[in-house]
């Protein structure tokens, strides 16, 4: 019988490893795996440009947390594309915008 090995069956044996094989591992991670890749930003998220996100998938593109983005709500520094219910829902257009503005020090 054939066992793939899952994800969570390789994070269970990497835990195991000892922190120097670790190392190893993800350099020859990096080294060998996106070697040939190079993937621009459209082709990882352009799906995103045509969908809306949640309030905690905004959270996690921006890289705060859920209730530090919505101080930005609240503060009118980002704004939600559309409320359904109480669900907030932002575009990526605008998060990434947003995001750009943060790294260089702008407010918007």
């Known amino acids: 019988m054939n066992h793939a ?3 969570q069956d390789l994070f269970t044996e990497m ?3 000892p922190a120097t094989e670790r190392v190893k591992f993800f350099s020859l991670l990096s ?3 996106f070697r040939d890749d190079d993937f621009s930003h459209e082709q990882v998220f ?3 440009e045509r969908e809306p996100l949640s ?3 905004a959270a996690e593109y921006l ?3 859920l209730p530090t983005l919505r101080r930005y709500v609240q503060t009118d520094k980002l704004r939600p594309g559309h409320t359904v219910g109480r669900n907030q829902l932002f575009s990526a ?3 990434r915008a947003f995001k750009r503005a943060r790294k ?3 407010e918007l």
């Open 55 to 57: 309030a905690r998938e």
């Open 93 to 95: 257009s605008d998060l």
């Open 46 to 48: 352009g799906h995103l």
């Open 63 to 65: 890289e705060v947390s």
């Open 104 to 106: 260089w020090g702008k």
């Open 31 to 33: 080294t060998n795996a």
């Open 5 to 7: 090995l899952t994800a």
């Open 15 to 17: 835990k195991r490893m």
